[in-house]
């Protein structure tokens, strides 16, 4: 099978890996750095700190004597501590009995099982770290709705004429009021019993004067964002595009196409599209998707892999530090409450197994949201940092999660696992990491 022809919509292979790569490097260092950083404040030395495997292709010295290094095959990373044999931190034996008693405190086997701990938690702790920074970052940068729908910059919606314009403060739309947009029930109420047509009488306050204007069907059938490896990307759907019909139908409403997508069981729709001011066809068939809810657990809903939005962005108010960073703690949360939730449900067998990628995947979402912008790229960042953090965390030998098992046993019982038992576990969870990499790709390869 050629995996190449599994890239379409994503620009050329050549996007699809520097993305990947990018992405993957800056995780990866940024992890690195957490053990690094930790274990130098703890004491420990690190000899290596490489990004990537294979031949190295440049490299320097510190002046703690530490290598910093760049490697060809750029698939991960690690840094070898003070007394380790390998980049997976397995004990150097030979190297630590024959070590003079005044350096054993500076390996990291012979560092008190605090520093040792704080280390090895450090890389998943900073890859949680970064993902709540970028997101916060990003909702900064965004800002956030204020209480009140202030029209920004209009899309370019056709076949549409209003008078409508950028700073309006929008009172009503249809003949009744605009609610408070923090009380969802309401809006959601105000949204769904809204007449779907074009154009809209709206009231606004415009510099002051409250004034009679005509204006679009709020939430229009528009493209705003793609889902990676979803059927629209494989359509060949892009962002912007405006649907006007299903089946011959005309729609005005985003809404009516999720039901057109929901109820129709999986059939195959014909879209008519305007792109650009072009009316295209597309024949498009919607995929079944596991969805997790905020209560727990998963939907199984059709679906096109497609976000809409308002007809114009709305105007946004500054949103400080406290908050964002706020936000962006929760919404880390909700990744990892719901990755948690993916696979229990995967292993019960509640939702599909296909659920789980591998590296192709990974690789295809990575230029999915490379080709939809910089935002989009740096926010998967954060997200793809997020599962990468807690997958390490997972207790596992050869994994961070592993290692604290190994901590946390020792604690227990005041004495390390056998350097035999050790060997033998992290050879086990070796074969464990490489099968569920094999898993992956699998899925990657032969599921829809």
Known sequence: MDILSLLPGFGNSILVIVAFVVALSVIVAIHEYGHYIVGRWSGIHADVFSLGFGPVIWSRYDKRGTKWQLAAIPLGGYVKFKGDANAASGKDG?????????????????????????????????????SIIVFAVVLMANGRVGDTLIVGELRDLPNVEYSLLEGDKVLAIDGKSVPSLEDGAAYSAFWENMTKENPLPYQVDRDGEVIDVTGPYLNPPIVLSLAPRSAAINAGLEVGDVFTAIDGEPIVAFSQLKEAVETGDGKTLALTVNRGGEVQEFDLTPRRVDEPQDGGGFVTNWRIGIGGGLAFEPATEALGPGPAIASGVRQTGRIIEGSISGLYHMVTGAISSCNLSGPVGIAQTSGAMASQGIESFIWFIAVLSTAIGLLNLFPIPVLDGGHLVFYAYEAVTGRTPSDRVLRVLMTMGLAVILSLMAFGLTNDLFCP
């Open 94 to 130: 030979e190297v630590m009995e024959t070590m003079p008693e005044d350096e054993l405190r500076s390996t990291m086997h012979g560092a008190p099982l605090w520093a040792r701990t704080a280390t090895v938690a450090a890389g998943p702790l900073f890859n949680f770290a970064l």
